[in-house]
């Protein structure tokens, strides 16, 4: 057979094994996902040593940096993805939930029902934790699920894989619901996104290659690609807490999307503020760079190019502009940022109003952290991305995200003069 052939297969299977799951009933579901709990926590040597196998072979093609840092799994990280399939089916389940419901004057009652998108295909790198929550998440909403992970984890990927397998047969259900597309041709995604009569959905988590990949898909894309965040101090910033919050968000966890990429300070704090910034971030290990004015005061800053403003580091690497007003500070993140996450620090109530409803952004914070962009962080036990789309589902996508609905009309023999 051809690899087309068997993808083809693989998804029909995964299609089939979906409709029976969507009509499964809650107590079945969370009975997989808690049975996964226990084999991700059982299997941890295994993982670990699946993982070392993926860091090795990363190395050994010039990886490094925050790409391995993305890719490690270590007591913690594994421990989080039992802890995220036990937060998943502790959540209410959505499949069947009213929406709303209403009756017209004939008489019809009309209720809004929510019900699973059908077949999911999430496409993704770097991170194995990703096969984990979007399978759970997946699996709790109805929804089967296509995994094709990046080559750079298929060791980890594919124990996890199996590790989904095998909770689904303990819970009685068709292990088919979670697919995992073990090639790593890139020709896959090819043939994903050509096939909308399997694939409902394909949601992509990665890079600049992974779009380009996608491009003129034929299945809808719900995308989790550039998250170029900002963070603005203003005027009437509780310097402390900026300096904290300005911390975290870049030096945290430096290669994930959420993470702070450019820090805009008002020019009345900036004299204040950026030499005590500077010296924590410095010894974070962090590379400065800034525009003529942060420079005017951090000496040592390197100078920031256009290009500085329109790049997602996802490293240890951050750019600073001071600006003149709200506005200012505003119109830059519209006009360089990804919508994915930004922030501002303030204690002006007006400067915190007009940037929460201007800046058109999935997730905006006034006074916390870009960090907290986060499934787990929302609640949601776990996310299949965080989407800066504006259609369906945008910020952190949990169960609810991962359905649609259908109306369901009662009557007793109305008909339509």
Known sequence: MSLESDVIAMLARARAAGRKLALAHAEQKNAALLALAKIIRASRSAILEANARDLDRARSHGRAGAFLERLTLNESRIEAMARSAEEVAALRDPVGEEIEARRRPNGLAIRKIRVPLGLIAIVYESRPNVTVDAAALCLKSGNAVALRGGSEARSANSLLARSIAKALVEAGLDAECATFVENPDREVIQILKQHPELIDLVIPRGGKALKDALEGSAVPLLPHFDGLCHTYVDRAADLKMAEEICFNAKCSRPSVCNAMETMLVHAAVAERFLPAIATRLKKAGVEIRGDERTRRVLRDARPANEADWDTEYLDLILSIKVVDSVDEAIAFVEHHGSHLADAIITQDSSAAQRFER????????????????????????????????????????????????????????????
């Open 358 to 417: 201007e800046v058109d952004s999935a997730t905006v914070y006034v006074n916390a952290s870009t960090r907290f962009t986060d499934g787990f962080e929302f609640g949601f036990g776990a996310e299949t991305g965080i989407s800066t789309n504006r259609l369906h589902a945008r910020g952190p996508m949990g169960l609810s995200e991962l359905t649609t609905y259908k109306y369901v009309v009662h009557g007793n023999g109305q008909v339509r003069g």
